[in-house]
């Protein structure tokens, strides 16, 4: 199984919930959350690359598309993605109605 593909199935999942929170109403607010996002994906680059340029961490040649930004690959930023788009649709959907 590829990273991609990997990837794929957990923001299929977070692209479900998302939208839930989208037609139920109780949408997070996109653009703070886009914000959020453009840090986190920034901090992620940062620190993949720190972490795979000292031998931290390795990825399977043949499991990666071969993008990458520096030495990161590009499948390792949709963890980035998923978590600031699940945790606030989350947020909204369990959140208690007054």
């Known amino acids: 199984m590829t990273y991609s593909l990997l990837n794929a199935a957990f923001l299929a999942v977070v692209g479900a919930v998302a939208l839930g929170a989208v037609l139920s109403r109780r949408s997070p607010r996109w653009a703070s959350v886009g914000w959020t996002a453009i840090v986190?994906?920034?901090?992620?680059?940062?620190?993949?690359?720190?972490?795979i340029g000292i031998g931290l961490v390795a990825y399977d040649p043949d499991r990666i598309s071969g993008l990458t930004i520096g030495i990161a690959p590009i499948e390792d930023f949709a963890y980035a993605i998923a978590a600031v788009v699940l945790l606030p649709s989350l947020w909204m959907l369990l959140e208690r109605r007054r």
């Not at 994906?41 to 940062?46: C, E, F, G, K, Y």
């Open 40 to 51: 986190l994906l920034i901090m992620t680059a940062v620190f993949d690359n720190v972490m």
